[in-house]
Every structure is written in C-alpha cells, then in structure tokens.
C-alpha cells in the first residue's frame, strides 16, 4: 500500500509539473489556428517559423547572446572557483557566501539593480548591457559547479607539480583545467540555458534595437496563443533539454 500511495504521488507531482509543456507541444501540431479543438495533424507551424523573419532574427540574437554569455561566465566562474579553492585569504568567505546570494537573489531585484547601475553609467542598453547582466546571471552557477569539482582533487598533485617548477598558470593549463573540464563544460551549458530563457533580466537590460527570444515571444503571447507560438515553445523547450541533459551527464560523478 505504501509503495503504490508513493507512486500516485509522484505521478501526480510530475504531472502537475510536465502536463502543460505536454499540452503545449500537443497543440503545436493542430492544425486549428483559433480553436483549442483537434482539428487534425499538421507541421505547418514549425514550417511557418523558417518564413517568420521577426522570430528568426530574435532567435539568433538569443543564441549568440547566450552563447557569448555562457563563455564569458564560464571564463570568470572556472578562475574564481580555482582561486576560492585553491588560496586563503581576508575576504573568502564574503565572496564564497556572496556567490549563493547572487543565486537565490529574485531577477527582479538582480535586473533593478543592473538597470540603476547601467544608468549611472550611462551605457545605451542593447547588446553590450544584455551580455553583461546575463554574465552577471551565470557566473555565480559557473563557480559553485566547477568549486564543486576541485573538493575531489588530490591537492598532492598540484603541490607535486609545483615542486617540479611549474607555474600558477602551467598548473591550471595542464592538471586543474583538464581535471575540471566535465564541470567547466557542464557549467558552459547551464549558463546557456540560464541565458537563453531569461525574460526578466532581459526585459530591463536591453533596448529596442535588440530583441532577443524570451522578449518576443512575451509580446507575441499578450496578443492570444498562437499556434506558431506553440511551436516555437517547443523548440525552444528541445534547445533546453537538450543543453540539461548534457550538462547533468558531464557532471555526474563515475563510479
């Protein structure tokens, strides 16, 4: 009795969960455009996103965004992982603690605080402000996944390496990086996932001359469901799935 009651709960957990992504990738092949009824089985939809030339351009502005993003956090989480595992010094804790509040902060409250500081500076928003907030965005997740790795390094190696008459530079090159490479890559697609999603950062930190995905298809979304919208959804939900799936693989320690 205890097994089943455990397993009608997760099914209704789960459920609760994936049902409507469910739905929406369902509704991405009805051919009605204005009816939730099932009016047959059609790729229209998914043929008209090639055509749509708004859509195209937000998706490409998206993914390089993102793939800039994730690179540039990657880059800055795997040293700042590196330097808050491998020294001592005033200060660690404060900016190991400041990481997981970066984390848990609301975006809302990470995108005000970006928005004030871009304004102080007088930077235009558009590409430069979006790459930045969304690297501010990932690079605490980079460095608590890749400062995750180094706690099962034998730090032996490091020292013996160093004794042999290696530098700062040729121990991170040659023994932490390759060490650490399953974390970095892992982080790289966190970070393009975070990036790639992102609505609110977004919406407060770039400007009318670059639109990116999330953006657009919030504004599609205030005008009514569309069928094209659906499918777009559901590419994007594959891009998504996609990148976790990797990154969880790549991090999961072998036995």
């Known amino acids: 009795m205890s097994r089943w009651l455990k397993r009608l709960y997760a099914t209704v957990v789960y459920g609760f969960l994936y049902l409507p992504l469910v739905i929406v990738a369902i509704f991405s092949f009805n051919s009605s455009k204005y009816s939730l009824a099932w009016k047959g089985f059609t790729l229209d939809w998914y043929a008209k996103l090639w055509q749509n030339t708004g859509l195209m351009s937000a998706a490409v502005n998206s993914l390089i965004i993102a ?83 180094f706690h099962g390094f034998q730090t032996d190696i490091v020292d013996a390496a160093k004794d042999l008459g290696a530098g700062e530079y040729q121990v991170f090159r040659h023994i932490v990086l390759p060490l650490a490479a399953p974390a970095v890559i892992g982080g790289w697609l966190l970070s393009f996932t975070l990036s790639l999603d992102d609505v609110i950062i977004s919406f407060f930190t770039t400007g009318p001359d670059f639109e990116v995905l999330p953006l657009r298809i919030y504004s599609m979304v205030r005008l009514g469901i569309k069928p094209d919208v659906n499918a777009l959804c559901v590419v994007m939900m594959g891009i998504t799935i996609t990148a976790l799936v990797l990154s969880r693989t790549l991090l999961k320690e072998k036995k």
């Open 67 to 149: 793939a800039c993003a994730a690179t540039l956090a990657t880059l800055l989480g795997t040293v700042a992982a590196f330097i808050l595992h491998q020294y001592r010094f005033p200060g660690r804790r404060v900016l190991f603690g400041g990481l997981f509040v970066m984390m848990m902060s609301p975006d809302i409250v990470i995108a005000i605080s970006l928005l004030l500081l871009f304004l102080a500076l007088a930077l235009p928003l558009g590409f430069s402000t979006l790459l930045l907030a969304h690297t501010v965005l990932c690079v605490p997740f980079v460095a608590t996944t890749v400062f995750s790795r």
